[in-house]
């Protein structure tokens, strides 16, 4: 279990969380979302232990003593590793500071990255692959992945997910993501958090989350449902209902429909700014 408790953080005199508490069991992949500002990648730099909060605590749930870097592999939004090397060579150093062997660059070789090329040549999403290699070298605990993996083109970015899917059914570790693409990662996160500007505003299992929230179309409904977002589609009202529960009232079930994870996670973002 890793335990957030009552972080604060700002940057500067901009406060970017506040009195934060947030638990993660052992074993989860844990998708976090949310509009832009809120404090997602900020999350993950904390956890990393790239930034120290102001104000609160972090138990990782490792035995005392122990550095929760060494055991963690994040994947930064902002790439800065080692441009002036080749991935073989930074691949030794990073050996060298964790003190494991070398990683053997499988994920950059089977997209077909010169290993021996400076790293200062690649793409950025063959950079990405490079990291990652790294990162999942040192066995690690906990996986942080930033929103990076939107400049990964969708042959790499495949390479990726089966990659995680491996590690994830090999080594069982927590897994944070940040904002990646709702319909690549559905089938792999248990969990979603939807961080907004005052906190969190959704924190549900995913199968929870789908079972519990609904499309309704073409009918006026009850101002006692819990009304997400409402819209008009091709000339059809529509509202998004969190959570649903058919007591409130009668409606036809051809007018209730099941939603993805992408569509409900539109929804939400659409809630947060204010869209009707």
Avoid: C, W
């Avoid at 902002?78 to 050996?95: D, G, N």
Wanted: no cysteine.
């Amino acid at each position: 279990m890793i335990r957030l408790s009552n972080l604060s953080f700002a940057y500067g005199s901009k406060k970017v969380l506040e009195d934060f508490s947030l638990e993660l069991s052992a074993g989860e992949t844990i998708m976090i979302t949310g509009p832009n500002g809120v404090g997602k990648s900020t999350i993950l730099r904390l956890l990393a232990g790239v930034l120290i909060p102001v104000s609160g605590e972090i138990d990782h749930g490792l035995p005392e003593g122990t550095d929760p870097r060494l055991k963690t592999a994040f994947l930064p939004d902002s790439l800065s590793i080692y441009r002036s090397m080749t991935p073989a060579q930074a691949a030794e150093f990073h050996a060298g500071f964790y003190n494991t062997e070398p990683s053997d660059l499988e994920l950059a070789l089977k997209a077909g990255i010169d290993v021996n090329s400076k790293i200062s040549d690649l793409s950025i999403g063959q950079r990405v692959l490079v990291h990652l290699s790294m990162i999942l070298s040192t066995d690690p605990e906990l996986i942080l992945i930033d929103e990076v993996l939107h400049s990964v083109d969708p042959y790499l970015r495949d390479i990726v997910f089966r990659q995680l899917i491996a590690v994830m059914e090999e080594r069982n570790p927590t897994v944070v993501m940040v904002n990646l693409n709702f319909h690549e990662i559905e089938h792999l996160a248990d969990r979603v958090i939807f961080l907004g500007r005052t906190g969190i505003r959704l924190d549900e299992s995913v199968d929870d989350l789908k079972a519990k929230t609904r499309r309704i179309i073409g009918e006026e409904i009850s101002p006692e449902y819990p009304v997400l977002l409402s819209e008009n589609v091709m000339g059809s009202k529509h509202h998004i209902v969190y959570p649903f529960e058919k007591k409130y009232g009668e409606i036809a079930d051809s007018n209730i429909r099941e939603m993805d994870l992408t569509e409900i996670m539109t929804a939400f973002m659409g809630g947060e700014y204010g869209v009707s």
